[in-house]
């Protein structure tokens, strides 16, 4: 199994299209799972939007599945002018009923072997919308100031899909960033979410990036994160 992160400024008529052309499992050869999104940026405040940058997140077989649906769909000719990169699953928690994730064998090995990324990705509770919103502020604020973090994306499908997409430079500034003392603003919201759900359901992935193309913003985000100087 693999994932795959595809990220595009298309234009916003561009974007309703991609909404409406959600590959569907069955239907496209080797794909297990797909969302097509809205995105928007991870910053402290309220949400905001990207109106003309559209998102693809998928889950496919193996490789050959992933480059046939890029040689041949027109889906991902519409995004081809962005950003796209191949993650290998390495740590999964929570439950994603849509997408089972599956791990390989020796993946923990390879977690501290360069750039991480991390998918959230929740089915949100609309009676507890406003609360999620507040807390997730507070550690998108945080997480946004962080110099690790290489890259991130917010990711809506509304009324109720809910992900964030970053990339870290290893997995140990991740975790920092996650579980440290000197920020406890991410595990705040876990304590808030283990205590009364935002989600009726939330998985957590972590990823090891490779076969990025295209860039993000100006740069190719897998290659700046591994030359960049490691913040200790």
């Known amino acids: 199994m693999i994932v795959s992160v595809h990220i595009a400024d298309i234009g916003v008529r561009a974007v309703r299209a991609v909404l409406r052309e959600r590959p569907r499992p069955g239907e496209t050869p080797g794909l297990r799972y797909a969302e097509t999104t809205l995105t928007g940026a ?3 405040g309220p949400p905001k939007v990207r109106p003309g940058r559209a998102a693809l997140l998928a889950s496919w077989d193996d490789d050959a599945a992933l480059d046939r649906f890029l040689a041949e769909d027109p889906l991902p000719q519409r995004l081809a002018g962005g950003w796209h ?3 290998r699953p390495l740590r999964f928690s929570g439950s994603w009923g849509p997408m089972p994730v599956e791990i390989g ?3 923990a090995e390879d977690e501290e072997d360069g750039p991480v ?3 959230t990705l929740g089915q949100l509770r609309l009676r507890r919308a406003l609360p999620f919103l507040r807390a997730n502020s507070r550690a998108a604020g945080r997480a946004a100031a962080d ?5 991130s994306v917010a990711l809506a499908r509304p009324p109720r899909f809910v992900g ?10 991740m975790r920092r960033y996650a579980y440290g003392s000197a920020q406890p603003e991410h595990k705040e919201v876990v304590r808030e979410h283990q205590a009364k759900p935002f989600h009726h359901e ?3 992935l972590r990823c090891r990036p490779y076969g990025a193309q295209g860039t993000l913003d100006g740069q190719e985000p897998v290659a700046a994160a ?6 200790p």
């Open 147 to 151: 110099p690790a973090m290489a890259a």
């Open 202 to 204: 939330a998985g957590f």
């Open 105 to 107: 064998p020796g993946a």
């Open 117 to 119: 990324a991390v998918l």
């Open 42 to 44: 991870i910053a402290a």
């Open 85 to 87: 990169v191949r993650l």
């Open 226 to 231: 591994a030359l960049a100087p490691r913040i």
């Open 164 to 173: 964030t997409f970053s990339l870290w430079q290893s997995a140990s500034a």
